[in-house]
Every structure is written in C-alpha cells, then in structure tokens.
C-alpha cells in the first residue's frame, strides 16, 4: 500500500480481553517495527521483524505480549489478558532495507492504534 | 544503555522566529540520531538523520540539527517557524549494530500567531 496501515485505529476494552492489532506495512518493506507509545512520551520499542523472523522482542513487557508476521508482510501484536496500565498508542513502522552497519533505512510510521483499557 | 533526553516538554514561538529545541543522547559509541515530527492523528515523520560525515545535517521542511560529540547534542534548528510547524518533534537515537530506536520524551511545539 502506499503507507503504513494499522488497525484497529481505536480500540476500546474491558480489562481481562484480549486483543489483536494489525499492522500492513509498505510493499515490499524487509522489516518491521512495534513500538508503544505512552501519552506525554516518547515510543518504546517493543519488537521488530525481517522478513518473517521475529529478530528481537527485548522489548516486549513480559509474557501477555507477542507479535507474529507468518508471511513476511502484515504483522499482529497480541495482548493476552488486557490491563490498564496496557493503555496505550501502538505504533507499527516498517523500512525498506538493512544497511551496511547493521541499522535500518528509514522507517515509516503508521498512524498508531490508540488501545484504552478500562 | 542508551538514552535520550529532550528537555523542553513545551515551547511557544512566534510564526517567523527561529526554533532550536535540544536533544542530548547518551550513548557508548558512534550514534545514529534522528529527529522525527508528529503531527495531530498522524504518525511519525523523519525530518532528518546523522549517520556520518557532515555535523550540520539538512532536512526537510527547512529544518537542520547539528552534532556535537563534545556535548553529546544534537539540536534541532530552524531559521523561521511557520504556524505549520506546530506538532510534537522527537529525537531518537540508534544503535550501530541494532535496529531498536530510543526516543526521547517529545517536545510540543506551539506557534503563536
């Protein structure tokens, strides 16, 4: 597609719930991002992936968290057993290529999935 | 481990002045540094980036940021705000070998007319 697409764009739930974000990347992107962004912060890394190969989830809060991309291309980020503190903007970015060095090209964010938890 | 600091949670500038908002990183090596602009329901947009090379960096919209080793800045300048750049900017750093960027904690930029 011509951007990074998430959804849902909001979500609202009932502690307890779980609860499935989708990020669709831009075509032909090797990796993807996750990052959750708190109001008033910055994003924080949650885990990232090439291709299919889930690379590095030092991220992730603890064991309610986790992400697949089966096919290499759309990317879900599954929260088990929601809480409060689990409210959040979930932010999926995805860039073209791996430089030389070992760091991403640009990545390209999408609008966010605004996650609240009640 | 690495971080960022972005000291100016708000900033209010005349449409005309000249911006600088400040960024310091801490960092073992070399970093990689960026700042990105968030615009109201929009997600995140690359201004710029330093990777190597020139310490003055360009970017787009007329924004430029400066590294400086010695202070372990990097700073994000322009020379005449427009009310359009009202948003919230974030620095972030990265890691030579890895992809994680850290982000500082954002500074909302407001433009008076």
Redesign the interface.
């Known amino acids: 597609g011509a951007?990074?697409s998430q959804s849902p764009r909001y979500k609202v739930t009932k502690r307890g719930q779980d609860v499935a974000l989708r990020c669709d990347p831009i075509s032909g992107h090797v990796?993807l991002?996750w990052?959750r962004q708190a109001l008033?912060?910055?994003?924080?890394?949650l885990t990232?992936f090439n291709y299919e190969a889930q690379?590095?989830k030092?991220?992730l809060p603890n064991d309610r968290f986790s992400a697949e991309r089966p096919e290499g291309s759309i990317s879900t980020l599954t929260i088990q057993r929601t809480e409060q503190r689990d409210s959040a903007m979930y932010?999926c970015?995805s860039s073209l290529v791996?430089l030389a060095?070992?760091?991403?090209g640009?990545?390209?964010?999408?609008?966010?999935s605004r996650l609240t938890v009640l | 481990a690495q971080s960022v600091t972005q000291p100016d949670i708000h900033i209010t500038v005349s449409e005309g002045a000249s911006l600088e908002l400040r960024c310091n990183y801490s960092y073992g090596a070399t970093p990689y540094l960026f700042w990105y602009v968030q615009s109201p329901g929009q997600g995140l947009q690359l201004l710029l980036k330093y990777f190597s090379g020139d310490t003055l960096v360009q970017g787009i919209k007329g924004f430029e940021a400066e590294f400086k080793r010695s202070q372990s800045s990097f700073n994000l300048r322009k020379p005449s705000v427009h009310w359009s750049d009202a948003a919230e900017y974030f620095c972030a750093v990265g890691a030579r070998a890895g992809n994680m960027l850290t982000f500082g904690g954002g500074t909302r930029l407001m433009v008076k007319p």
């Open positions: 951007g990074v990796s991002y990052y008033g912060q910055g994003p924080e890394f990232y690379q590095d030092s991220g932010r970015a791996r060095g070992g760091l991403a640009e990545l390209f964010f999408g609008e966010g």
